[in-house]
């Protein structure tokens, strides 16, 4: 073990003459930290790669800035643990309060990765790199067990399937969203807390940050007006696009995903919505072009059909219908999309048309059935008797 | 060995013996045949599009592809089922106008219902309850005529609604708006009822029953033995037998390939067709 290690010290001291950023005063720490496999009583690695660190942010800062309780030789074994907020006060503040504030659990290195390796965040070296954002976090919002623990959704894997996903670890889009864009960084809030760019009311704005243009639409519209008078069971940017798991909207999953969530607050809209061809060939995958509720009532500045701009407006139908039905004329547009046909002073002819048929159905069904099993009892009865009388069997 | 020789040979003369008449035409089978066939497949594409929330529409849908599929194989189904209604037509009208064929619009040999028909069906009901003696049919017996115009209305009704929905914005120009709401309910229950009805009525009307079980192969073959022609239809037997034109309706037995083949169509047929009701009422009653 001696030998081992002064080989070692030999080695570090070797290494270090050649890497001349960092101060020749750490050569002591380094002869013996410099050998990587080095660990503390706890079984800890104290390792240090000089040269990695000697590049990183704080290459400059002598071992004893961070680590000023060790002053000599031989020191407390595990050492003492870093104070990061000697420095950085103003991250330090934001974690109080925040969900990672308990310093034990979350120590600034389970975000900013090894702390003789940290690097400024444009760097792709550091840790909260925007690309390198979602698998930091990931490393504990990846993990079933913690979830589960935390009573958390387990995010991560959601994430990198989303579009923001997409664009960060496929195309490695710097200014697609990743976890901190919407969630901050040191100052994380639940999204219970009304303070948190996640809180329900907040959300248009946080999500506005990028999507400016479809934030101002959203916010001209019946949904937008009413989050913002305090209406918060009006839905949100993610209560359609959900937040982590964001599709692409034009994507068939999505487009079959949606229509329940308007429904959950549109009942019988759903309802009556279900009763018609739209609904039927939605529901049936594949075929996602059939009207859904945001192709005619518009999908972020949803207005009312008495508002003219709004495109379920009596002037604006033959335009939206004509999306789809090519052709579509003012006698076309008459078509009830939502009609109920259990309703009849809404819908009378189409109350009486379903009765009609109905009773139509159910009275040729039923005067057949009575007559057929009446048939068929009286059929083999007269069977049994002719083929007994002949000495046949009835088989 | 002789002996059985001789009752081999005894059995065949006996079977040889009997008769055959005709009661379909080749094109009347082919046209059943186009008839139950587009049937089929318009149930089988139009049940999951009525019943698109079920597990087997959906599993159905994404197995062949999506909506798309199944609504080019309805419409695809729905013109050549247009075609052969079209032929059908045109048919009743060359004999009975055209070539002033008598029978078709009246009398004993139409599928146009008579004061026969009505006695017959009240006939018929008190022999079920042991009332009465059992009526004699004529060539088309009352159920007969009415499966026919169950069928023929079938089509124009669910037809009509169907271009309609097809070709929504060109029938919007002469129809009201809530007409375009009115087609889908009307073609829906009416295809509904059609369904219901071929695949539970029709089925043991006509084959299922014990004088038929498990097959009327006659639609099939076109020819029925004259032991079938006389139980089934004594009254048209007679009159003809008294025209005495028994031998102009003369077939020839069936050949051994066409009873198989006929089985085989006829069998699939009726499987699908009970599937087909099975999934119907379990999404009906599952609801």
């Not at chain 1, 310093?103 to 760097?123: L, Q, V, Y």
């Not at chain 1, 990198?160 to 960060?168: K, M, P, V």
């Amino acid at each position: 073990m001696k030998t081992a290690s002064s080989i070692a010290l030999a080695f570090g001291a070797l290494l270090v003459f050649a890497i001349p950023r960092v101060a020749h005063a750490e050569v002591d720490c380094l002869g013996c930290h410099g050998d990587k496999s080095l660990q503390d009583a706890a079984g800890k690695s104290v390792g240090v790669d000089a040269g990695t660190f000697g590049a990183s942010l704080h290459g400059n800062l002598k071992c004893g800035d961070c680590h000023s309780t060790i002053k000599d030789y031989p020191h407390p074994d595990p050492a003492t643990p870093v104070k990061c907020e000697s420095c950085h006060t103003g991250e330090a503040e934001g974690l109080v309060g925040s969900v990672h504030a308990n310093r034990a659990e979350h120590p600034c290195t389970s975000c900013h990765g090894d702390a003789h390796a940290i690097f400024p965040k444009s760097d792709p070296r550091s840790a909260v790199y925007p690309l390198n954002v979602p698998r930091t976090c990931g490393n504990c919002h990846g993990n079933d067990a913690l979830a589960k623990k935390h009573g958390l959704p387990n995010v991560y894997p959601m994430y990198l399937d989303s579009i923001h996903g997409f664009a960060l670890s496929r195309e490695g889009l710097l200014v697609a969203a990743n976890c901190q864009s919407c969630h901050g960084s040191h100052h994380i809030l639940s999204h219970t807390d009304p303070q948190s760019p996640t809180y329900k009311s907040n959300i248009p704005n946080t999500c506005g940050k990028c999507h400016a243009g479809i934030t101002d639409n959203y916010l001209g519209g019946v949904h937008g007006k009413a989050v913002a008078k305090g209406n918060l069971n009006a839905p949100v940017c993610s209560d359609c696009h959900t937040a982590h798991a964001i599709l692409q909207p034009t994507e068939a999953s999505f487009r079959m995903q949606s229509t329940p969530i308007c429904g959950s607050c549109h009942k019988d809209k759903l309802s009556t919505y279900r009763d018609t061809f739209h609904s039927q060939l939605g529901s049936l995958g594949g075929y996602v072009e059939t009207a859904r509720c945001w192709d005619c009532h518009g999908a972020h500045d949803v207005l009312p059909a008495s508002d003219p701009k709004s495109p379920i407006a009596p002037a604006n139908l033959v335009v939206t219908c004509g999306k789809c039905h090519a052709g579509a004329n003012a006698s076309f547009v008459q078509y009830q999309p939502h009609a109920n046909a259990h309703n009849r002073k809404l819908n009378p002819a189409l109350y009486y048309t379903r009765l009609f048929m109905n009773v139509l159905l159910i009275g040729v069904l039923a005067f057949f059935a009575i007559h057929t099993i009446l048939w068929l009892v009286r059929s083999r009865y007269q069977q049994v008797k002719t083929r007994s009388a002949k000495g046949g069997n009835n088989g | 060995m002789a002996d059985l020789q001789q009752a081999a040979e005894s059995k065949v003369q006996s079977h040889a013996g009997e008769r055959y008449f005709m009661r379909f035409t080749r094109a009347q089978r082919y046209m059943h045949a186009v008839l139950f066939t587009t049937f089929l497949g318009l149930a089988a594409t139009g049940l999951p599009m009525r019943f698109s929330e079920s597990f087997w529409a959906r599993r159905f849908a994404s197995g062949v592809g999506g909506f798309g599929t199944i609504i080019f194989f309805h419409k695809f189904f729905a013109l050549v089922l247009t075609v052969a209604f079209l032929i059908h037509l045109k048919e009743v009208f060359t004999r009975g106008l055209v070539h002033r064929e008598k029978g078709i619009f009246w009398g004993n040999t139409s599928m146009v219902a008579n004061w026969k028909d009505v006695k017959d069906l009240f006939g018929h009901m008190r022999w079920f309850i042991g009332l009465g003696p059992k009526p004699k049919f004529e060539r088309y017996a009352y159920w007969e005529k009415f499966d026919y115009w169950a069928v023929f209305w079938g089509m124009v009704v669910i037809g009509f609604s169907g271009y309609a929905m097809w070709f929504a914005p060109f029938f919007a120009r002469f129809l009201p708006g809530w007409a375009l709401n009115a087609v889908l309910v009307i073609h829906s229950e009416e295809g509904l009822l059609a369904i219901l009805f071929i695949f539970s009525i029709h089925f043991v009307n006509t084959h299922l029953r014990p004088d038929s079980f498990p097959m009327d192969m006659v639609i099939f073959t076109g020819v029925e033995s004259e032991e079938e022609f006389k139980t089934k239809r004594p009254e048209e037997y007679q009159r003809v037998a008294a025209e005495g034109k028994l031998e102009t309706r003369l077939g020839v037995k069936p050949p051994l390939w066409l009873l198989n083949f006929s089985k085989a169509v006829g069998y699939t047929a009726i499987f699908i067709g009970l599937l087909l009701l099975v999934l119907t009422l379990s999404a009906y009653f599952g609801s």
